[in-house]
């Protein structure tokens, strides 16, 4: 089974509007980390937004905010008031600490951000 | 602060021949993760490194070996290259915090094997 499922391949916003990005994911492990990366036309991975399975409230971080629903097992990413540059691939990842402290992506939604 | 750097940008070998990148962590950061991205696709783990010592490894044959140098900095080699290792590999460090621990990565290397 997939550990991390994205299944939006692309995505459009108007930019200036909000949009959610959706991400599902699979363990047993009680204690999990959920992460979202952005992936430019660059190629570097830049780090967005991190949440603990133990954490109460969802995490947020400037125009990113993640939408977590523990039992259903999704951590949605949320980006509000987009903007031209949040053109990207968005990927969502968990890390289990067993076995071997794995770190699991999906395989991205790109987002195109219209003028 | 310097981020997370990888050598070289870009490559091209053909099939059969042996390859090296190279990366250099985010300073203070003792940790680095090998991943490869193919077209289209998430990275893909291949290996981890803390303290010198491999911490993980992930589905991908023996032809892919790694080590951490004593000032962090890691190699990545694929012996015998086939066409299916073309890929961007993406080198990340991080610092040891369970769970919570964030990879920041570098901007890869762009291998094509001909």
């Known amino acids: 089974a997939q550990k991390i499922t994205q299944t939006q391949p692309g995505m459009f916003v108007q930019e200036k509007e909000a949009v959610t990005l959706d991400c599902t994911y699979d363990?047993?492990?009680?204690?999990?980390?959920l992460f979202w990366y952005k992936q430019p036309s660059s190629g570097e991975m830049i780090f967005l937004i991190y949440?603990?399975?133990?954490?109460?409230q969802n995490a947020t971080e400037g125009r990113y905010s993640l939408n977590f629903q523990k039992a259903r097992k999704s951590a949605n990413l949320v980006i509000s008031a987009s903007q031209l540059g949040d053109s990207a691939m968005y990927f969502c990842?968990?890390?289990?600490?067993?076995?071997?402290?794995?770190?699991?992506f999906g395989t991205g939604t790109s987002l195109t951000v219209i003028p | 602060d310097a981020g997370v750097t990888q050598s070289p940008t870009h490559l091209i070998k053909t099939r059969g021949q042996h390859v090296t990148l190279r990366c250099s962590p985010i300073?203070?950061?003792?940790?680095v993760s090998w991943y490869q991205q193919v077209l289209g696709q998430g990275p893909q783990f291949i290996f981890q490194?803390?303290?010198?010592?491999?911490?993980g490894r992930g589905n991908f044959p023996d032809r892919f070996s790694a080590r951490q140098f004593p000032n962090y900095s890691s190699e990545l080699n694929v012996n015998a290259l086939l066409l299916g290792d073309s890929a961007l590999y993406l080198c990340?460090?991080?610092?040891?915090?369970?769970?919570?621990?964030?990879?920041?990565f570098g901007s890869g290397t762009q291998l094509s094997v001909l």
């Open positions: 990842a968990m890390r289990e600490v067993d076995p071997g402290n794995q770190f699991y």
């Open positions: 490194y803390y303290e010198k010592e491999e911490r």
């Open positions: 949440q603990g399975s133990y954490d109460q």
């Open positions: 363990t047993s492990d009680p204690s999990y980390g």
């Open positions: 300073s203070g950061h003792k940790s």
């Open positions: 990340a460090s991080s610092l040891p915090q369970g769970v919570e621990e964030k990879l920041f």
